[in-house]
């Protein structure tokens, strides 16, 4: 067994030792009561899901295993001491519990390098789409079609026993890693660049290499891209995206077909879409307002007819946190380090001024604050790639290496088939009432 494969199997298999002596001897205690208003509201709040990569905290942000975004800029390997941590460090993080040596590394950037060959019939697949599908209905389907690929499924076929289900499941999301890359590149090229496409070079990194396909080379793009792909790389398990793979995955669907389903969630404007809507929006107002350097006031105007119309505002709000996303601080960050005067920019900090008193003042809002995809296209757009209706494919790259973590640790852990209950609204009604309704 490989030596990362090895590490991952000594260190689950005891947590999934722990997994079983729950479920057996402690499935009668009792996590919290259920209320109604939490049933109504997206289920915010209650205690469901097992999720081991990372955990978030509503005031402080997300921790992955513990550690916050900051820490992990000081902890993680890098190629090289100014840069940005190498997002192969972060996913044998999830994977293994701890932070990882450069071999570590640097080693999984080179595992990945030798399975990174997609087969042509996910590239034909890609250019039997008309050129108008969204960039995020080219990337589900072309990994929709790699499932040809599954070794998880083959080996189900041929009848593996259960307890050997997480190998296959690794070898399939190592696989499927390590052609991300390659496949979102292709989608970009041929969307934008007249299918011009640029070969992999497989002695550059993970990230390194998204940037290079997609025809980008300068070390600043780089270490924007590995600081893109950590941030976003997971958000703890309840997140539509985490949620969709893991329950997709519970019924045994193959790692392909989990992670695609979870790219359609991704794609949502509620969701990972709110990376292009942000720039589209802006936009919008720079249109609207005749100019790309507007007052505070007029900023503040333009904010509130959006909420007049019923829009939200995309870039703020969240359905847990209750403080600035520490990942729109980091990226706030880079942005003071590495550019100066960029318009879209300066605009985005400015939004940071005005958008959350105007928020804060309708008073549902629970989350006046920005998150993460606040931030993120301006960076993107500064450096070249302008493109914006492809920024949810990037965020898909990376949302992979958390959700895919887990799905391992689901397998190893024997997680059970998800099937919660539902009930029609009326029985609702007669828990808070005390009598139903025929709708
Ligand atoms: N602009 C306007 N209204 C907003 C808002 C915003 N940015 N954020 C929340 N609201 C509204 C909600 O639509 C909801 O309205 P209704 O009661 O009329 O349905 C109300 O405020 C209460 O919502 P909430 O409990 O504060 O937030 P939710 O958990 O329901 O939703 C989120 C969270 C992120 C979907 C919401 O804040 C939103 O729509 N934000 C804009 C889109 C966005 O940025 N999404 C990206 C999130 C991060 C990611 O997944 O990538």
């Known amino acids: ?25 402690h499935a009668d205690v009792v996590l919290g009561q259920v209320t109604l208003g939490q049933v109504l509201t997206g289920m915010k709040g209650i205690p469901l899901l097992v999720t081991d990569t990372s955990k978030l905290d509503p005031e402080e942000g997300i921790r992955f295993k513990g550690y916050s975004i900051p820490e992990l800029q000081q902890k993680l390997p890098k190629m090289n001491p100014e840069g940005e941590p190498l997002p ?19 080693n999984l950037s080179i595992d990945w390098a030798t399975r990174a060959h997609v087969p042509q019939h996910v590239f034909d697949v890609i250019d039997a789409l008309p050129k108008t599908s969204k960039p995020m209905t080219q990337f589900s389907a072309a990994i929709l079609s790699m499932a040809t690929e599954s070794i998880f499924q083959k080996a189900y076929r041929a009848g593996v026993n259960k307890k050997f289900y997480w190998d296959a499941t690794y070898e399939d999301v190592m696989n499927l890693i390590a052609r991300l890359p390659r496949i979102a590149a292709y989608i970009y090229r041929r969307q934008f660049h007249n299918s011009d496409h640029i070969e992999p070079n497989p002695r550059l990194d993970w990230a390194g290499n998204l940037a290079h396909m997609m025809g980008f080379n300068s070390e600043d793009i780089r270490r924007l891209f590995r600081l893109y792909m950590i941030i976003h790389a997971d958000h703890e398990g309840g997140n539509v995206s985490a949620h969709t793979a893991h329950l997709v995955g519970s019924a045994l669907s193959n790692p392909y077909y ?18 292009q809507d942000v720039i589209f929006w802006i936009f919008e107002m720079i249109e609207a307002l005749g100019t790309d350097a507007p007052t505070d006031e007029q ?13 939200v505002i995309p870039g703020y709000g969240h359905a847990v946190l209750r403080k600035t996303d520490p990942r729109f601080t980091a990226q706030e960050e880079f942005a003071n380090k590495y550019i100066k005067n960029d318009p879209l920019v300066n605009l985005v900090n400015q939004l940071y001024r005005v958008v959350p008193p105007i928020l804060g003042s309708v008073g549902k809002i629970k989350n006046p604050w920005p998150n993460v995809d606040a931030y993120s296209g301006s960076l993107l757009y500064h450096y070249g790639i302008k493109e914006y209706t492809f920024y949810t494919v990037m965020f898909g790259v990376s949302r992979a290496l958390g959700v895919l973590a887990s799905l391992v640790n689901d397998r190893i852990y024997g997680m059970p088939i998800e099937r919660p209950t539902s009930h029609p609204l009326s029985w609702f009604k007669q828990q808070a009432e005390g009598k139903g309704s025929d709708c």
């Open 1 to 25: 067994m490989e030596y990362i494969k090895y590490r991952f199997y000594q260190k689950a298999s005891k947590c999934s030792a722990e997994f079983q002596r729950l479920k057996k001897e």
């Open 299 to 311: 900023v503040s105007d333009y904010c509130k007819r959006t909420l007049e119309e019923g829009r």
């Open 88 to 106: 192969e460090g972060l996913f044998y993080l999830m994977l293994i519990g701890e932070i990882p040596s450069q071999e570590d590394a640097l």
């Open 258 to 275: 989990a992670y695609a389903a979870a790219m359609t969630g991704l794609a949502g404007p509620l969701h990972g879409f709110a990376n």
